[in-house]
């Protein structure tokens, strides 16, 4: 890690005298592109040119405590290496997420989709407690809740549902919450009292527009018929809900949320362009290969990444080993310490992968 920040500080200095040059300062074109450069790497460099000053000077502390006979003398020493040992622990966590490459997807907007899966009714029953978990933690981040479709289960929560998480950073936020999530309690349906384990998936995908996936209309069968559900005035009326199918892969989304049938036509592309967005950077990672994958975020969506154990009030996130007895709260919206688990550890990953540290 350390010769690669001196190579970076090397090429920080090289920049700063090619810019002095009157060559480049006219070319207007090359001095842009060298004062590009040179703000992307800034602050990288700033950050360890001031942990290089604080490891010095902490070196040169404990060569001072050695020395030093004075009883109040060492105290005052002792006190500045513990303030040093802080900056310079604090500035090496600081670099390593410099360090990290960003995820440009991270600063979408999300679409979350859950569907119930093994299970019969109690799974139907989970999706529900997971989409009102979701909606209680979005509550609390100030992130707003848009559903396109759902399709309720015969004994209550939802067969599937499929929403918009509309705040800028949501995708980055709830990205790792993609895979099988599984309950084991007793189902309310239970009558002799035995565990059951049911299981719900969870997508996440990142929201983008037609600049990153461009849909050809000839490829689109649009398919109208009457809303479902509440809604008041309208439904099973209006040939307001959509149904959208792209032909050449068969992926179908449906929109009925809204009265206005273009509005749902609207959601519902937004929905088959991330899905689609989704499929080609699954392509390319898998051509990457597995050994460039982070564990966190690349894991396969059949895979079991959770469990919500209803008798010990027990969580376990199976990708990090993280448990966490406090099962009630976590369904009430209070996922930070499994979300924030989650990025510590793609982070490492990351970092490994890129420096080899």
Known sequence: MFDQLESVCQKYDDILGQMQSDEIIADYVKYSELNKTLKEIEPIVILYRQYKTFTKQLAENKEMLIEEKDDDMKE?????????????????????????????????NAILEIRAGTGGDEAGIFAGDLFRMYCRYCERKKLKVDIVNSVDSASGGYKEIVCNIMAQGAYGILKFESGVHRVQRIPITETQGRIHTSAASVVVLPEVDDIDVQINMNDIRKDTFCSTGAGGQGVNTTYSAVRV??????????????????KNFDKALKVLRSRLYDIELGKQQ???????????????RSDKIRTYNYPQNRITDHRINLTSYNLETVMNGELDDFIDALHVADNASKLEEEIDV
């Open 245 to 262: 199918t792209h032909i050449p892969t068969g992926l179908v989304v449906t929109c009925q949320d809204e009265r206005s049938q273009i």
């Open 286 to 300: 898998n051509e990457i290969g597995s050994q460039k994958r982070s564990m966190v975020k690349h894991g396969d």
């Open 76 to 108: 005052i020493i002792k006190e500045d290496i513990l303030r040093l040992e802080d900056n310079v622990s604090k500035l090496e966590r600081d670099i390593k997420q410099k360090l990290v490459p960003q995820d440009p997807n991270d600063i979408k």
